[in-house]
């Protein structure tokens, strides 16, 4: 009899549990429109957060709920934005491309090192070892963890032992500028083809004995490109939010710190830029 009794509570209790199951699944199942899974079949699968939110699953359910238009996702092909539009039924939207930009060009053939750094091969290791050791405080210390970081093989390292930033590939995820720990990355649309090549914050041609590309702070591109350019902690501050595509602001830099990025041959210099022949790294400067 016992035996029955216990049977019969362990049945009435399992009775009651599962009807409050069925209950609490009816009351607080929240329904997930069908056409998400196949927005985000459409998309790129790169979870790169370009577009702002943290994956393609959070951008597809954006989509869908016309948060959000197709055409932000930088990663995606025309076409593919183009389905996602006619699908949903929206505009594919503009939306400029953006990509990661790097303010150095203080590679080995132009930048001294003024103490050898041993240790992991880690810009970040590095950086907490005074610096890194680079006579340009400020400057790429080259040994690759924006490269490492990037996930779509858009940043290589080339012989001089600086990043170089693929346009066709980035995703502007900004994996790079959080690698950096010099801060040197940070993401533009690719219409920014004027730039500043340079972090350093000295003022005067003594930092050209660390740096030959380095900015001196002469204020010569602020001159000729008023309202356009200002000097901020002795470094060119370009307004992006003015007209901006004129290369008159490169001519007279000396050291051609400020550049022009062509899409084809990558930083073009000014007429008064010295040019740069050496290809060998320069010997570590005595401390």
């Known amino acids: 009899m016992q035996v029955l009794t216990s049977v019969g509570a362990i049945g009435g209790i399992t009775f009651v549990l599962t009807s409050l199951?069925?209950?609490?699944?009816r009351k607080l199942h929240v329904h997930e429109d069908p056409r998400i899974d196949l927005v985000e079949e459409m998309l790129p699968h790169a979870n790169c957060g370009a577009c702002g939110l943290p994956?393609?699953?959070p951008f597809a359910e954006a989509l869908v709920d016309r948060r959000i238009?197709?055409?932000?996702?930088?990663?995606?092909?025309?076409?593919?934005?183009?389905?996602?539009a006619s699908f949903l039924g929206v505009d594919v939207g503009a939306e400029e491309r953006r990509v990661a930009r790097l303010a150095c060009a203080g590679g080995a053939n132009v930048a001294r090192n003024r103490a050898r750094y041993d240790g992991l091969l880690s810009c970040r290791a590095a950086a907490q070892v005074a610096g890194g050791g680079k006579?340009?405080?400020w400057g790429c210390l080259g040994l690759?963890?924006?490269a490492l970081a990037c996930d779509f093989d858009a940043i290589h390292m080339d012989p001089q032992g600086l990043p170089v930033v693929s346009e066709a590939k980035c995703t502007a995820c900004g994996d790079c500028v959080e690698a950096c720990p010099k801060d040197l990355f940070s993401i533009h649309a690719v219409s920014h083809r004027l730039w500043v090549a340079c972090r350093s914050q000295e003022a005067g041609d003594e930092i050209l004995e660390d740096c030959a590309v380095a900015c001196t702070a002469c204020g010569r591109c602020a001159l000729d490109a008023p309202g356009l350019i200002a000097m901020q902690d002795n470094l060119p501050v370009i307004d992006y939010g003015r007209k901006h595509d004129t290369?008159?602001?490169?001519?007279?830099?000396p050291t051609g710190a400020i550049v022009w990025i062509d899409a084809v041959r990558g930083p073009v210099k000014g007429a008064a830029a010295k040019k740069i022949i050496r290809q060998g790294p320069l010997r570590d400067a005595p401390t």
């Open 69 to 84: 238009l197709p055409g932000k996702c930088s990663v995606s092909t025309d076409d593919a934005r183009l389905r996602i």
């Open 55 to 57: 994956g393609c699953r």
């Open 144 to 146: 690759a963890d924006c």
């Open 21 to 25: 199951l069925v209950l609490a699944h």
């Open 135 to 137: 006579g340009c405080f």
């Open 247 to 253: 290369q008159v602001p490169i001519q007279r830099c």
